[in-house]
């Protein structure tokens, strides 16, 4: 386990770093953040993959850049100009496997669906108010910005009601 978090949060500084010098912004939801923030990791939480947030006008950019360095999306058919619509609020996942170990990224650019099931009603507009909210800082030592402290809580809130209500216990 503290190899492979160890492995993965390389991983994620390199990518927070790249995502830097392209001056894209980008935030860090679960996984190693929450590993080093909270659990004083790295190593301590188990990581699968690195969820990141990034504007909603920045996704095909992101992509690019995600591509650029190796990354693929793990639908061919996916692209960002079918993407970003309802009901998605993510891509399917873009995985790696630069040096043998496959690195997974997730790329967000909402907080959840546009969906009347979901517990938020205007998804876009929570998601803008927590990245006016969120907090420059770093990770690792690279650059990223942070959900407000109240923000983060209500996002993992959501996400875990969300993992009860939709996946098999």
Known sequence: L???SLYQTKRLRELLETFDTAGLPVMVLKGTGLDVWLY???GRRSAVDHDL???SDHVADTVRLLQEIGYAC???DWSPAS???DPDYHAPPFRTSGDGVPSFVELHWRLNAEDKTQLIDDAEAVTTAMWNRAEKTTLLGAPVRRLSPED???YLYAHA???MVHHDP
Do not use: I, N
């Open 53 to 55: 947030m990034v504007p």
């Open 74 to 76: 793990v639908d061919p």
């Open 2 to 4: 503290t190899g492979h």
């Open 161 to 163: 009601g969300k993992h």
């Open 152 to 154: 983060e809580r209500l």
């Open 83 to 85: 993407g970003t619509h």
């Open 40 to 42: 004083g990791g790295p």
